[in-house]
T-cell receptor, first 111, second 111 residues
Framework: DADVTQTPRNRITKTGKRIMLECSQTKGHDRMYWYRQDPGLGLRLIYYSFDVKDINKGEISDGYSVSRQAQAKFSLSLESAIPNQTALYFC??????????FGPGTRLTVL | GNSVTQMEGPVTLSEEAFLTINCTYTATGYPSLFWYVQYPGEGLQLLLKATKADDKGSNKGFEATYRKETTSFHLEKGSVQVSDSAVYFCALRSGNTPLVFGKGTRLSVIA
């Protein structure tokens, strides 16, 4: 089984809808991250969490919110989706050797 | 602030050719440097890393040396294979800040 899983893998939605992307990990890592990937822009950090009680904004947090329900779960929400949030979204964890482990990604399309 | 600049792609090489992907960085303090690789349809995975000046990271025939004097961490491989076709990301982390990624370089290797 994969160590970092993301659901759904693909999602098509309409402008104005609320969307939640979920991430689960079995690695026991405290640190978790949400990124978005756009062609030509690399990965940009949306939010990150050092533990259940520690949530931090990243470079591009506007229009997004997160919830760290447990050490293993870190969800990303788009309260009112807009077309420029169409992107590939990755969840990741980090271990004590400074290695990040990425999920397989969620491809989100906002029409 | 911290930033990473890597050569733009795409890079197209014939099998067994020599590969160099340039990466330079700007950082405060003494960053750790990383190369991550993203194979088609997958999340990123760590390829190699170096944590201090003059360290050489290596994995799967790829190498990169942490050059503080030129603030560089260029990725090299002596003989690429078709299976090396992927997007390569240079990244850095300094202190307790999150990873900062370059924009990625797409490599295509043709037989």
């Amino acid at each position: 089984d994969a160590d970092v899983t993301q659901t759904p893998r693909n999602r098509i939605t309409k402008t104005g809808k609320r969307i939640m992307l979920e991430c689960s990990q079995t690695k026991g890592h405290d640190r978790m991250y949400w990124y978005r990937q756009d062609p030509g822009l690399g990965l940009r950090l949306i939010y990150y969490s050092f533990d259940v009680k520690d949530i931090n904004k990243g470079e591009i947090s506007d229009g997004y919110s997160v919830s760290r329900q447990a050490q293993a779960k870190f969800s990303l929400s788009l309260e009112s989706a807009i077309p420029n949030q169409t992107a590939l979204y990755f969840c990741a964890t980090r271990d004590r050797t400074d290695t990040q482990y990425f999920g397989p990604g969620t491809r989100l399309t906002v029409l | 602030g911290n930033s990473v600049t890597q050569m733009e792609g795409p890079v197209t090489l014939s099998e067994e050719a020599f590969l160099t992907i340039n990466c330079t960085y700007t950082a405060t303090g003494y960053p750790s440097l990383f190369w991550y690789v993203q194979y088609p349809g997958e999340g990123l995975q760590l390829l190699l890393k170096a944590t201090k000046a003059d360290d050489k990271g290596s994995n799967k025939g790829f190498e990169a040396t942490y050059r503080k004097e030129t603030t560089s961490f260029h990725l090299e491989k002596g003989s690429v294979q078709v299976s090396d076709s992927a997007v390569y990301f240079c990244a850095l982390r300094s202190g307790n800040t999150p990873l900062v990624f370059g924009k990625g370089t797409r490599l295509s290797v043709i037989a």
